[in-house]
């Protein structure tokens, strides 16, 4: 791929994603110890930034934690600080984006610019999330412990040094293989940028958890 001639990023915008290496035990979601729970889901609306705050029942695997369940369509969510290496991980589940396997990843996520990733399970999760945290920011798709795309976005996390027709080509390339996994959404990617924005209604998820945008509160994933 073709960057600008003489375009560099300057010392400030190099190191911007800031946390240690996430392993699958750092997303597990523990849950009471019984065979299912009532927790609140994200749901993603086609086409809209608005989403919708939804009630599902889920499976507790070994009467120890909640996950992801694509056959139908509950994915796991989560943001991770990475401006000040706090270890902040808000957890949650969204429905909508319909892949069937992989993850997804980006240090795209408005306002905050944390990363934000949603998928399958934990390893794929992870693997992409520790992708952009080695590329300094960025897009990035994983699929059984391998990355399938990715796009650097070295300036803060949120711009790249390629030219703009290169940045176009990586992006349908990205859509494509995420649509190859069982993806939905036509822009997954623009479409998980703005989950973690706390001011649209109705649930959204920051590195501090869901967020209940009407109370404008933190709310807990399990209802009693």
């Not at 902040?88 to 996520?109: D, H, N, P, T, W």
């Not at 990355?147 to 349908?172: F, N, Q, T």
């Amino acid at each position: 791929m073709g960057r600008i001639k003489g375009l560099t990023p300057r010392n400030a915008t190099k190191r911007t994603v800031n946390f240690e290496e996430i392993c699958p035990e750092n997303l597990v979601i523990k849950a009471p110890p019984k065979d299912e729970a009532l927790i609140r889901v994200i749901q993603a609306v086609k086409d809209q930034l608005q989403t919708e705050s939804i009630m599902c029942n889920t499976k507790i695997r070994g009467r120890e934690a909640v996950t992801a369940d694509p056959g139908s369509d509950l994915l796991k969510i989560c943001v991770i600080e990475r401006h000040r290496y706090t270890g902040r991980i808000g957890k949650g589940f969204v429905k909508g984006f319909g892949f069937k396997e992989g993850a997804i990843a980006s240090s795209v996520a408005h306002d905050s610019h944390n990363v934000i990733a949603v998928g399958v399970d934990e390893r794929d999760i992870c693997i992409a999330v520790n992708g952009l945290r080695k590329m300094a920011g960025g897009l990035i798709i994983t699929c059984k412990d391998h990355i399938l795309g990715e796009l650097p976005l070295p300036v803060a996390g949120l711009m790249s040094l390629w030219r703009a027709e290169d940045i176009a080509r990586k992006m349908r390339e990205l859509h494509d293989i995420a649509a190859s996994l069982g993806c939905k959404i036509e822009n997954p990617f623009m479409t998980l940028s703005f989950l973690a924005l706390p001011v649209i209604p109705k649930l959204r998820i920051t590195d501090r958890g869901l967020i209940d945008v009407k109370e404008g509160k933190v709310v807990d994933l399990f209802i009693n």
